[in-house]
């Protein structure tokens, strides 16, 4: 999670993607619930980043929807 939300603090959105990607197969693996919702938002940001609104929303929605499921504030 943090190499990816560093690479896209650096506007390095395929290297973000990649780290993000792995890291919310890892969370998934791990059932790390808050780090997996973190990982979804981030997700939606490069989306944003890169235009495509339709990934963005599904990928926002998801995390945005796992982080009230669990009772977090992001």
Not at 18 to 44: F, P, T, Y
């Amino acid at each position: 999670y943090q190499l990816g939300n560093t690479y896209l603090r650096l506007d390095r959105i395929d290297d973000a993607e990649r780290a993000l990607a792995e890291s919310l197969k890892l969370c998934r693996q791990a059932d790390d619930r808050v780090r997996e919702s973190q990982n979804l938002v981030d997700l939606g940001v490069a989306a944003t980043r890169r235009g495509d609104w339709a990934e963005a929303e599904r990928r926002l929605t998801a995390g945005l929807r796992l982080a009230h499921e669990l009772g977090l504030r992001l």
